[in-house]
């Protein structure tokens, strides 16, 4: 339980400099450096953190009910920071990105860390709709689909 609400508190922290901003929260919690631009070498860093923090029992592989955690732990980040989720801002493609029919590459109802982090490259053509190598909130909000 602590390392769950660890977990929740991690995502959340920035959500009050980010509310109101679409994809504000997005940006706050997978830009590494500060500089308000996520680029792929940061989501696929996040990523490999963001796997680490589920694979409870260290085996570089996230089964069902560690996947079923990493579920639960996202919807209540999106619950309490709904204002840089929603759908209409890009939210949905965020969400896409961490399914687990996503990152399950080979079928087999479990996400290696190898499948997790090379989904990096796709979420991040997904998540960068102006095509300019970085994601920013420009990339999210109206006319972002």
Known sequence: ML??????LTLAAPAAFAQGT???HFVENWDLDGDATV??????ERRDMVFNMFDNDENDLLNAEEYAQFDET???DMEANAGGH????GGGRMME???????DTDGDGNVTREEFVAGSTGW???LDKNEDGSV??????????
């Open 74 to 76: 996202r919807a209540a």
């Open 22 to 24: 679409p994809g504000g």
């Open 124 to 126: 991040f053509a997904m």
């Open 97 to 103: 990105g961490m399914t687990l029919t996503f990152n």
């Open 136 to 145: 920013t909130s420009a990339d999210f909000g109206p006319g972002s689909h």
């Open 3 to 8: 390392r769950t609400l660890t977990i929740v």
């Open 39 to 44: 680029t792929l070498e940061e989501i696929t």
């Open 86 to 89: 929603g759908n209409g801002n």
